[in-house]
Antibody
């Protein structure tokens, strides 16, 4: 079955760029949307953004100026870059697959598969 | 509004029924989906769409919606259901954003 795995540095210095990669195994990345979600310690989930395999993206407006999500279909991977990080960006970062469906005119979006998450700490 | 509001904490006696709610303007147009998260683990999808359960999710979990409120009901709560629960939906602003509720901590007594 399809599995997702995040990878990247666990420690990033303030003002630098956080970079993470999500590897999709057991299936092709060339379908659905792929997303990044984060969770600060002890807090709730925050959607960061998503990308379609074709490369089209959409970002949380609160992070849009600092976020870039890209996809590499040849490697079955998608990536997150978050620039100018501060301690407030310390969180567990999850990658997930996002599906959008429609039932009787009602649309619904859901994250059906998640990676295990990776803790990124911003500290000097 | 692009916000989804959940009660921070709810408790239920073992074997009883509990309803966890999620409120927001977007829920008048879009179904919510629900996730269970246990400590130290990634969220797991438990309900999506009108009332769909992924394979492996017990049928004691069900979903419903009315007006601007979506509900996750656990009928006959078990000790292993103690967890944080989050709702999400598409944002109603027309910008195709995703929104999450703040989460509900469920305690099974």
């Amino acid at each position: 079955q399809v599995q997702l795995q995040e990878s990247g540095p666990g420690l990033v210095k303030p003002s630098e760029t956080l970079s993470l990669t999500c590897t999709v195994s057991g299936g092709s990345i060339s379908s659905y949307y792929w997303s990044w979600i984060r969770q600060p310690p002890g807090k709730g989930l925050e959607w960061i953004g998503y990308i379609y395999y074709s490369g089209s993206t959409n970002y949380n407006p609160s992070l849009k100026s600092r976020v870039t999500i890209s996809v590499d279909t040849s490697k079955n991977q998608f990536s997150l870059k978050l620039s100018s990080v501060t301690a407030a960006d310390t969180a567990v970062y999850y990658c997930a697959s996002l599906r959008g469906e429609n039932s009787s005119g009602w649309e619904y979006w859901y994250f059906d598969l998640w990676g295990r998450g990776t803790l990124v700490t911003v500290s000097s | 509004s692009s916000e989804l509001t959940q009660d921070p904490a709810v408790s239920v006696a073992l074997g009883q029924t509990v309803r966890i709610t999620c409120q927001g303007d977007s829920l008048r147009s879009y179904y919510a989906s629900w996730y269970q998260q246990k400590p130290g683990q990634a969220p797991v999808l438990v309900i999506y769409g009108k009332n769909n359960r992924p394979s492996g999710i017990p049928d004691r979990f069900s979903g419903s919606s009315s007006g601007n409120t979506a509900s996750l009901t656990i009928t006959g709560a078990q000790a292993e259901d103690e967890a944080d629960y989050y709702c999400n939906s598409r944002d109603s602003s027309g910008n195709h954003y995703v929104v999450f509720g703040g989460g509900t901590k469920l305690t099974v007594l």
